[in-house]
């Protein structure tokens, strides 16, 4: 057991990648307890139906985080 950070062995990593992701992306999401990922770049549909990341969270009830982008 480590004392600080985590075991690299517990960390399973998944790059899902393409223009139809979304979909997928909540799939896995169920399966992990936690999701780690690049924010998106802004669209309108984002500010109207809501985010990814919101839509993870909510299905999954585990934290998201968005690593910020630089562009």
Known sequence: M???GFD???IDTLIVEGD??????????EEY?????????????DRILG????????RTGDPV????RDY
């Open 33 to 45: 307890d936690a999701v780690v990922m690049y924010q998106a770049e802004p669209a309108l549909s």
């Open 65 to 68: 985080i968005v690593v910020r």
């Open 51 to 58: 985010t990814l990341p919101d839509a993870i969270a909510t």
């Open 20 to 29: 139809e992701h979304d979909d997928e992306i909540l799939r896995m999401a």
């Open 8 to 10: 690299p062995v517990e």
């Open 2 to 4: 480590l004392r600080e």
